[in-house]
Nanobody, 123 residues
């Protein structure tokens, strides 16, 4: 069993930055692929970024060049650094974990989810 707890969300102006953190419980964190998803009101949950156990990274086109995903296995934590934020980035951001990187784009492939953290970007 893996428990995930996100933090770091908040209100920021357009062009600003935030860093989200996701702390995981369990001794097998380093073997999991970790993903970030987001869900805006009235929209489906969408893929944002993922990082494999071998530190390979993947991004949605909408955030490529602005967001950076990273992980610290010693701290059982995955991060999402978000720069140049836009109002369209406003959403609840969720951290998720799965046993391998295959299928990282689909939220149905992830076994564990955090409770989410709100990110609001004002114009």
């Amino acid at each position: 069993q893996v428990q995930l707890v996100e933090s770091g969300g908040g209100l920021v102006q357009t062009g600003g930055s935030l860093r989200l953190s996701c702390a995981a419980s369990g001794r097998t964190f380093s073997t999991f692929a970790m993903g970030w998803f987001r869900q805006a009101p009235g929209k489906e949950r969408e893929f944002v970024a993922a990082i494999g156990s071998g530190f390979s990274t993947y991004y949605a086109d909408s955030v490529k060049g602005r967001f950076t995903i990273s992980r610290d296995n010693a701290k059982n934590t995955v991060y999402l650094r978000m720069n140049s934020l836009k109002p369209d980035d406003t959403a609840v951001y969720y951290c998720a974990a799965k046993p391998g990187i295959s299928g990282y784009l689909s939220n149905t492939q992830y076994n564990y989810w955090g409770q989410g953290t709100q990110v609001t970007v004002s114009s």
